[in-house]
């Protein structure tokens, strides 16, 4: 099970596969802390070994999705800023990797108080004793100690999850933000405003004792990082010829194939994502999670492509993207406790709460190019909500919250729900629109209006994703070029944009 105040249960199961495997030796390392060459023997045993490689290779999917953010989001934005959506993509997990090493880290796992770690703060330079498990662990980073794999795999693990609340924000201020601040800010995201929430929730931290549970990140990844997109959001203001007489003016992106492709890379990423938070080669338990995975994406984008026809009048595909991806976030923090059908219904809600999330968020005047706010902030909040309503001990393979409101458990847990949700979304947004101002007044956040009509990709780059195609027309809100063929002004089809 992932990153709970109840890791320590899973934790003493883990504990125990292990002295099985090494006969007592784990009985006498709760006295004691365990000597290198126990360390070095516990390395070896199958256990370990199986554990790591699973951890290791979801790891590699969750990395492999920044590919489909990078799809989807230079997919759904104009061709003339195609390689500045590319290039803060690519760079945001290398920012991502240098801040979560040097603090991040630190911060989120740390020994320290029900607020943020302070033991092993830089460099994972705290004393260690992984892979040993529960009682047998002594070191810096307890708070994760129940996970059977050696201390680096549960970084990169844990890094990649950082990355994808960085890369949120990239979307939803695409095609107006100054390159340069975008990448300061993805630095203050990964290094101080992640790992916080982290903490309270995967780090042993007040929310986890308060009794919220999240079990892949609806809210430690997916909401944290729409909170923060929406104070970028509220300060950059929305792009030129958006929002025209009172009316929205939808700005159609420039490749609905590389949207698609990316969405289908992200899905396939998501089988890291939320399998692979178990941690642990556990069947069961990975069985269990894929299956309510998929079924959550497969029902949202039914539902999705239902509610756009019913209310735009066609089944728009920008939709029914969005619908999967709404799915997915909403059944990240949920996964593992609830039954088939019950990631069914929390899917099919998503699907519909995403389209109403992107018309609502254009009546509202906020200008979301890619549609970060619709499904990573609103099914966040859906998915972990939708622990207090679904949660099913009886269905679910590994420990967990108590049961959920439709399930006999009163409304307790949905209460701890609500306020991990408060909680998470009052600390980033007021810090994320604090670290923007900061980052406005010192060296500006938004690019000219003449380099926005220009495009970004001349203006911060001084390169082209296109070079061999000639734009006839700049007009504000529409796009001609790549894909236009006759030169004429391209329609508006696309009512609403997806997110990765």
Known sequence: MHRNRAIVRRGDLSLLALAAGLGLAQTAWAADPPTAEQLKELLATPKVVTDTLWVLVTAMLVFFMNLGFAMVESGLCRAKNCVN??????????????????????????????????????????????????????????????????????????????????????????????????????????????????????????????????FAGSTVVHSVGGWAALAGVILLGPRLGKFRDGKVHPIPGHSMTSATIGVFVLWLGWFGFNPGSTMAADPAAIAHVAVTTNTAAAAASLSALLTATLLLGKPDLSMILNGCLAGLVAITAPCAWVSVGSSLAIGLVAGVLVVLAVLAFDRARLDDPVGALSVHLVNGVWGTLAIGLFADSAAAPVTGPANGLFYGGGFGQLWAQLVAVVAAGAYTFAISFVAFGVIKAVMGLRVSAEEEIEGLDLGEHGNLAYPDFVVASSAIGESVGPGSGSGKRQPAYATSPVHA
């Open 85 to 214: 959506i590319l290039a803060k993509n690519f760079i945001v997990f290398g920012i991502s990797s240098i801040a979560f090493l040097a603090l991040g880290w630190g911060l989120m796992f740390g020994n320290g108080n029900p607020f943020f770690g302070t033991e092993g703060l830089f460099f994972l330079g705290g004393a260690d004793a992984s892979p040993a498990t529960g009682e047998a662990y002594s070191g810096a980073y307890t708070s994760i100690a129940w996970a059977s794999v050696p201390l680096l795999a549960k970084f990169f693990f844990q890094l990649v999850f950082a990355g994808t609340a960085a890369t949120i924000v990239s979307g939803a201020v695409a095609e107006r933000i100054k390159f340069m601040s975008f990448v300061l800010f993805s630095f203050v995201m990964v290094g101080l405003i992640y790992p916080i929430t982290g903490h309270w929730l995967w780090g042993g931290g007040w929310l986890a004792s308060y009794g919220a549970w999240d």
